[in-house]
């Protein structure tokens, strides 16, 4: 809001990428997680 900060869009931009980056990190071990436990489960009821 403050018209003297002019590093601010790129500190954003920036904070953005690495929470984006993150963020994409966390949901590509959730998904390997969510495979893991669902192949679990199959394997349990198989053998049951």
Known sequence: M??????DPVY??????KFHY???ILLA???I???VVV???IL????N
């Not at 403050?2 to 590093?7: G, I, L």
């Not at 954003?12 to 990428?17: A, D, S, T």
Request: charged letters at 20%.
């Open 2 to 7: 403050n018209k003297n900060n002019d590093n």
């Open 12 to 17: 954003i931009k920036f904070l953005g990428m």
């Open 22 to 24: 993150d963020f994409e």
């Open 29 to 31: 071990i959730a998904a």
């Open 33 to 35: 997680v969510a495979v």
């Open 39 to 41: 192949i679990l489960k």
């Open 44 to 47: 349990f009821f198989l053998l």
